[in-house]
């Protein structure tokens, strides 16, 4: 029976993402240019072999997997503001609060300017007061941020391929579970050489509900799909366990031979349509106005 791999998944500790050693400083040169870098340069293929387990836990196989990766100097950077676009863009920015023009009362004088003592004042809704304005309080805003989706896509393969250290592929075993039982779902964890009490990660392109049922009580899993993929769950887990179709889809959408062209171009056509769709309005509109 094969079993997890004890070290974690983690971008910091991963090899993929340890920056080569720097030079001593007898041997730095300085350049005024800097060699042009290639498209192999850039990016690079990821090859890995994960055992296929069965849902008795024995090998049966094995898979590969050839994704797109970031080269070892640039893969931290990368990666690291994927994570922070998607955190910055989980904001939701509705936090607000009232200044003294906004406050409800305070309209009249509460006591008159002189002869009384007192600091002048002319309104209870000053922010010097309890339940007055506030200065420079919160307002609505928009916190997200773009980010190029080829470089999400990277940064995402990237960790992908850091992990698969750690990484399993499974037989299909929706089928298995005939109603909805965790405990049922906690020995299939143990058989496959999985802690229930450790992070791990089920990324799985149909998720039957007997599976979801059985797996949600368990606060260390997360069960994904390729439309909830994200890349903080893929750094925070620390075991990654497949199946035989998301190893299909992850050669796909994440290998050298990917279909970013293809979405390209199939948006340039939704636009090119959307533009022809505004020119027959407008005829419309002209042959209206002649009438």
């Known amino acids: 029976m094969a079993t997890a791999s004890p070290s974690s998944i983690s971008f910091f500790s991963s090899s993929i993402f340890l920056s080569t050693p720097s030079p001593s400083p007898k041997t730095i040169q300085f350049s005024h240019r800097r060699p042009p870098l290639t498209a192999a340069a850039k990016i690079r293929a990821e090859l890995a072999t994960v055992p296929i387990l069965s849902f008795d836990g024995d090998q049966v196989g094995s898979a590969t997997l050839n994704l797109k990766s970031a080269p070892p100097e640039t893969a931290r950077a990368v990666v690291h503001r994927g994570i922070t676009t998607d955190l910055t863009n989980r904001r939701r920015g509705t936090a607000s609060t009232l200044t003294r023009a906004e406050v409800r009362g305070g309209g009249a004088k509460p006591y008159p300017q002189k002869k009384t003592g007192r600091a002048r004042r002319g309104s209870q809704r000053t922010p010097l007061r309890p339940g007055g304005g506030v200065i420079f309080g919160p307002k609505p805003k928009d916190w997200s941020i773009k980010i190029n989706r080829k470089e999400k896509r990277l940064a995402i393969s990237?960790?992908?391929?850091?992990?698969?250290?750690?990484?399993?592929?499974?037989e299909d075993f929706d089928e298995k579970f005939e109603k909805p039982k965790t405990k049922e779902f906690i020995a299939l964890m143990k058989r496959l050489g999985l802690d229930p009490k450790r992070k791990s990660?089920?990324?799985?392109?149909?998720?039957?509900?007997?599976?979801?049922?059985?797996?949600?009580?368990?606060?260390?899993?997360?069960m994904l799909t390729p439309r909830t993929l994200n890349l903080f769950d893929i750094l925070d887990a620390e075991s990654l366990v497949l199946s035989k179709g998301a190893v299909d889809f992850l050669n796909e959408r994440y290998g050298l031979d990917g279909d970013d062209e293809d979405e390209d171009e199939f948006e340039e056509g939704e636009e090119e349509d959307d533009a022809e769709q505004g020119a027959e309005a407008e005829v419309e509109e002209d042959t209206d106005s002649s009438e």
């Open 158 to 170: 990237t960790a992908i391929a850091s992990a698969l250290g750690n990484a399993i592929v499974v």
């Open 201 to 222: 990660m089920f990324l799985m392109t149909e998720v039957s509900d007997n599976v979801r049922l059985s797996s949600r009580n368990l606060g260390t899993l997360k």
